[in-house]
């Protein structure tokens, strides 16, 4: 059998020839959208993405009037209607990108960032997309957690999503009622220890443990007329 009719089989030799034509592909399917975005734009809404995005009735009635009546026309050159409206989208999405990315996106990536209405965020997404080498999955949910106020990974050694950090708590301040009764609870605790106290031959402390205990009481002594003034100067609000 002649060699040339052996049937040829994509293997390793090939690999990097493969890739660079699906790149290739990739790369005139997008500049074809976007010239094609271009054009619509200029034709029906007068190069303004403002005439497009209002919908200015006259001016929209004649683009769908072009895309019903050029229906078979436009889908032989893979241009539905729906694709026709992302190409405007993406021509105009394709100018406020970074210029150092732009050619490292695909079509389907410039269309997805053009959900991204604001510019600082559009850009961050982009860059990271192209870092982190992002298909259009997992940049669609990066561009739906930052649009929810979630934080997304921009590490490219680690891609992907994660939660927001979690936000420090406010220090919560103590319930007036909560904080009497822990008062109350203190004192009758107090009364048990003065209890267990008289039980103790107060002759067998060593000097150091007698100079902690009187230096214990003079602390709580002190807090107790501080607690009792600040009681005294507090407004009366009524009895519960």
């Known amino acids: 059998m002649n060699d040339l009719a052996q049937p040829v089989t994509a293997t390793d030799e090939f690999s990097d020839l493969l890739a660079d034509l699906r790149q290739l592909s990739k790369g005139m399917l997008l500049a074809f959208r976007l010239a094609v975005g271009q054009r619509l734009l200029d034709r029906f809404f007068a190069g303004q993405i ?15 009037r072009f895309t019903q009546t050029c229906r078979q026309e436009l889908a032989d050159l893979g ?12 021509h105009v999405t394709w100018q406020l990108l970074p210029p150092s990315v732009r050619d490292q996106l695909l079509l389907s990536h410039v269309v ?19 870092l982190n080498r992002w298909n259009v999955e997992q940049l669609k949910d990066a561009i739906d957690r930052d649009a929810a106020g ?10 992907g999503t994660q939660p927001p950090p979690a936000k420090p708590e406010a220090a919560r301040l103590p319930q007036p009622g909560r904080l009497v009764t822990q008062l109350h609870k203190a004192a009758a605790d107090l009364g048990e220890w003065q209890t267990a106290w008289r039980s103790v031959d107060a002759s067998k402390l060593r000097g150091g443990q007698k ?16 607690l009792e003034a600040e009681l005294a100067e507090a407004p009366d609000v009524g009895e519960e």
């Open 79 to 90: 241009l539905s209607p729906s694709v026709a409206r992302q190409c405007i989208v993406a």
């Open 112 to 130: 997805e960032l053009g959900r991204v209405g604001d510019p600082t965020a559009r850009a961050r997404l982009a860059m990271d997309t192209t």
């Open 50 to 64: 403002s005439a497009y995005r209002d919908r200015n009735p006259e001016k929209d009635a004649a683009f769908a």
């Open 150 to 159: 979630q934080y997304y990974d921009t590490d490219p050694t680690t891609p």
């Open 211 to 226: 100079v902690k205990l009187a230096g214990a009481l003079q602390a709580l002594k002190a807090k107790v007329a501080e």
